[in-house]
């Protein structure tokens, strides 16, 4: 709250929506492309997630998962079982739009390192069956709209933007 002073005197108390990094981080509009952006990230991303924790989708689940990390790619125990349950969250934070920016960040980040064990199969995803392994063309998507959400915010229809228009009502 801030005092507004007249003479000397304060007359009124007006709110203040808060300026805190944390809170300009959810601060969005009411714009579509958050919206299309991290909903279409979160759908695609979350059977991946359900896969790696929950063993569905023909999944080995977390364990599984977790030793494959440690064994084949060298991961430490703590981030790889780290990684698996962010992997479910993030899609899930970003298809309600909850800290958008940062699901949309930590998946960014989480799909550049899987894009790097893909490079040794090249570019293209393996459409044919003539190719050992994935490329890593359908990493580049995801971190495209991953990044898009980090600049636009969570947008439309998510609790982001409910917060912050509450916010901002109040302030007035």
Same mark, same amino acid.
Request: proline content about 3%; overall charge positive; hydrophobic content about 50%.
């Given at each position: 709250?801030? #005092?507004?002073?007249?003479?000397?005197?304060?007359?009124?108390?007006?709110?203040?929506?808060?300026?805190?990094? #944390?809170?300009?981080?959810? %601060?969005?509009?009411?714009?579509?492309?958050?919206?299309?952006?991290?909903? @279409?990230?979160?759908?695609?991303?979350?059977?991946?997630?359900?896969?790696?924790?929950?063993?569905?989708?023909?999944?080995?689940?977390?364990?599984?998962?977790?030793?494959?990390? %440690?064994?084949?790619?060298?991961?430490?125990?703590?981030?790889?079982?780290?990684?698996?349950?962010? %992997?479910?969250?993030?899609?899930?934070?970003?298809?309600?739009? #909850?800290?958008?920016?940062?699901?949309?960040?930590?998946?960014? #980040?989480?799909?550049?390192?899987?894009?790097?064990?893909?490079?040794?199969?090249?570019?293209?995803?393996?459409?044919?069956?003539?190719?050992?392994?994935?490329?890593?063309?359908?990493?580049?998507?995801?971190?495209?709209?991953?990044?898009?959400?980090?600049?636009?915010?969570?947008?439309?229809?998510? @609790?982001?933007?409910?917060?912050?228009?509450?916010?901002?009502?109040?302030?007035?």
């Amino acid at each position: 709250m801030s #005092a507004l002073v007249s003479r000397g005197t304060k007359v009124a108390q007006r709110p203040q929506a808060p300026s805190s990094l #944390a809170w300009r981080a959810i %601060e969005t509009s009411d714009d579509v492309r958050g919206l299309v952006a991290r909903v @279409v990230l979160g759908a695609v991303i979350f059977p991946h997630g359900a896969q790696h924790l929950l063993g569905w989708f023909g999944g080995f689940g977390f364990h599984g998962t977790r030793a494959w990390m %440690e064994s084949t790619l060298g991961v430490p125990r703590i981030v790889a079982g780290s990684s698996i349950v962010l %992997e479910l969250a993030a899609p899930i934070l970003l298809v309600v739009g #909850a800290g958008g920016r940062f699901a949309a960040a930590w998946m960014a #980040a989480f799909l550049a390192v899987a894009a790097s064990t893909h490079a040794s199969s090249g570019f293209f995803m393996n459409w044919l069956g003539n190719q050992k392994g994935e490329g890593f063309e359908y990493h580049f998507l995801a971190i495209a709209l991953a990044v898009t959400v980090v600049l636009t915010g969570s947008g439309k229809l998510s @609790v982001d933007r409910w917060l912050t228009t509450r916010a901002a009502e109040s302030s007035r």
